[in-house]
């Protein structure tokens, strides 16, 4: 048989090659890869073996790693969406009840890492581009009162939810930050939840005013580090609606809470026992107002003026003493511009009664009456004439008198209603101790 006959009979017979030489090939064709990809070492592993490394790595690092190169950022974007990725990431599911203090700091460390992690991989986005990622990843977090839900209030899922967010827009400008609010609020319906409620009777669905109060505090508000941040979001949540319906909106977030129900129609029917209470009770009201006044530019001090008005007149008229101890946490510069305002407007008698309830607020929180004394001369300045003056500290004389005889009329007859008394009564010696030393201080230096 010829060679070429045998040629014929095995046309794929490979030519004979040094091992040697395939390996320098192997060497040389790894080394290639390794100096030009972009990975470099990390370029010759499979897809499944760099997913298996990156597993092994802190959340930190691996939001290091993307913004190393445009091809590792790649790399952990196609990593994030497996499912090994999910195990990683957060091993722990939430859980929808009350946790304890490390599990708490657990969840709130591992979102804001999770945070960074989407943040820097995301940075040469545009921003509807990670908003939308931002969404995606939220969704499957976001707490909607479901049936494992065991106490919405103790949930953490919300904080969780606002801790990333603000992580990741830490450092944004105004336009993104409120394109954010618009883009979260309405994804979400909280936006159109929101303007059903203040357009409904105040209490008509208690288990939506619980979700939305908790949703806005806990990924909006409780998230802030200083008080222009809180005025800033505070604005947004308040600006789109009409001064009454910014009244409800403040209390529907930050009026008092009993259970599981905001108490709408508390401070129209009862007044706090002791400072602790009324603390609890217009703390965070007076608070989102001293935020508003010192760090918000939209807001002007008529602004203020009008809101609280509107707030201490919803879904009833407050009583005096509640509307005393909602300034009295304001401090001096809100309080006497409301009061003033008042003045004004010739509400010599509204006035006479807060200015009576102050001093038993005064009372109540150990606080001296000298405060209270400074604010009468400060309205005394702002009334036109001395007629209006006169009727204004007749009037708190007055209703120093009706204060007593109401409590003796209408109280129960036990304890309670004489230490009621006992505190106006020293409210009323109190008041005129300080009137009677200006009256007689001349006497008294000579």
Not at 291 to 311: A, F
Request: net charge neutral.
């Amino acid at each position: 048989m010829s060679m070429a006959s045998l040629k014929l009979m095995f046309p794929c017979k490979k030519p004979r090659r040094s091992q040697r030489l395939e390996m320098k090939e192997k060497i040389d064709c790894k080394t290639k890869t390794i100096n030009t990809g972009p990975l470099g070492f990390f370029e010759i592993l499979p897809l499944e073996l760099k997913f298996l490394v990156y597993t092994y790595l802190p959340v930190e690092e691996l939001s290091i790693m993307t913004i190393t190169s445009k091809a590792m950022r790649n790399m952990v974007e196609l990593y994030k969406n497996t499912s090994w990725a999910e195990q990683h990431l957060l091993p722990q599911p939430i859980l929808h009840s009350a946790l304890t203090v490390p599990q708490q700091a657990y969840f709130s460390k591992q979102f804001h890492r999770l945070g960074l992690l989407m943040k820097r991989s995301t940075c040469l986005y545009a921003t509807k581009d990670r908003l939308k990622l931002i969404q995606q990843f939220l969704q499957k977090y976001l707490c909607s009162f479901h049936k494992s839900c065991e106490n919405p209030t103790k949930c953490i899922a919300l904080v969780c939810y606002g801790k990333f967010l603000h992580t990741v827009i830490a450092g944004w400008d105004d336009k993104e930050c409120i394109k954010t609010f618009e883009t979260v609020g309405e994804n979400t319906l909280m936006l159109r939840h929101l303007n059903n409620i203040v357009k409904c009777k105040a209490g008509a669905y208690p288990t939506l005013e619980l979700h939305v109060r908790l949703f806005f505090r806990r990924v909006f508000l409780s998230q802030c580090t200083g008080g222009s941040d809180k005025a800033f979001w505070l604005s947004l949540i308040l600006k789109p609606f009409p001064m009454v319906h910014q009244a409800r909106v403040l209390f529907l977030l930050f009026g008092p809470m009993c259970g599981d129900e905001i108490q709408w129609y508390e401070m129209c029917e009862s007044t706090p026992v002791n400072k602790e209470q009324a603390s609890v009770c217009f703390g965070d009201l007076a608070n989102a107002f001293k935020v508003l006044h010192s760090y918000s530019k939209d807001w002007t001090e008529d602004d203020i003026i009008s809101v609280i008005d509107e707030l201490t007149s919803s879904p009833d008229e407050w009583l005096a003493e509640n509307i005393a101890n909602l300034l009295y946490l304001c401090g001096d510069t809100i309080t006497l511009n409301v009061l003033n305002s008042k003045a004004i407007n010739g509400r010599v008698t509204e006035l006479a009664s807060i200015i009576t309830s102050m001093c038993l607020v005064c009372i109540r929180h150990d606080n001296s009456i000298s405060w209270v004394i400074n604010i009468v001369n400060d309205v005394c300045v702002v009334l036109e004439n001395s007629r209006d003056k006169l009727n204004f500290l007749y009037g708190i004389a007055d209703m120093f008198r009706e204060a007593i005889l109401d409590i003796h009329e209408f109280g129960d007859g036990e304890d309670d209603s004489g230490q009621e008394i006992q505190y106006m009564l020293d409210a009323q010696a109190e008041f005129m101790k300080e009137v009677i030393l200006m009256a007689f201080r001349n006497m008294l230096s000579s």
